[in-house]
């Protein structure tokens, strides 16, 4: 059984900083890649920031790009993400998932990830 858990959200004004964390246990952590996804009220579920269990690949939304900065610590099974620049469209309910990849640069965007979090819920105000 893997545990993905969130922690870090909070309500933050328009143009500020929030740090995103994600403790995973059950799986060996180093070998999962790892994606951060969001759900806003009324809105489908999407994709933010994914990285390999390398650390060497990374990838990210268009909407966040430049703004949000995901990382990893393999010793700690942790991920990291970094929201810089906040805004009012960044409100969501933001969740860690966890794919296991014999790909050391495997870090999709699409739902393939099989753990996810509760998730932890993100508020801007404008």
């Known amino acids: 059984q893997v545990q993905l858990v969130e922690s870090g959200g909070g309500l933050v004004q328009a143009g500020g900083s929030l740090r995103l964390s994600c403790a995973a246990s059950?799986?060996?952590?180093?070998?999962?890649?790892m994606a951060w996804f969001r759900q806003a009220p009324g809105k489908e579920r999407e994709f933010v920031a994914a990285?390999?269990?390398?650390?060497?690949?990374?990838s990210y939304a268009d909407s966040v790009k430049g703004r949000f900065t995901i990382s990893r610590d393999n010793a700690k099974n942790t991920v990291t993400l970094q929201m810089n620049n906040l805004n009012a469209e960044d409100t969501a309910v933001y969740y860690c998932?966890?794919?296991?990849?014999?790909?050391?640069?495997?870090?999709?965007?699409?739902?393939?990830?099989?753990?996810w979090g509760q998730g932890t819920q993100v508020t801007v105000s404008s």
């Open positions: 059950g799986r060996t952590f180093s070998r999962c890649a």
């Open positions: 990285i390999s269990w390398s650390g060497r690949v990374t």
């Open positions: 998932a966890s794919q296991l990849s014999l790909n050391p640069n495997y870090a999709p965007e699409s739902f393939v990830y099989d753990y």
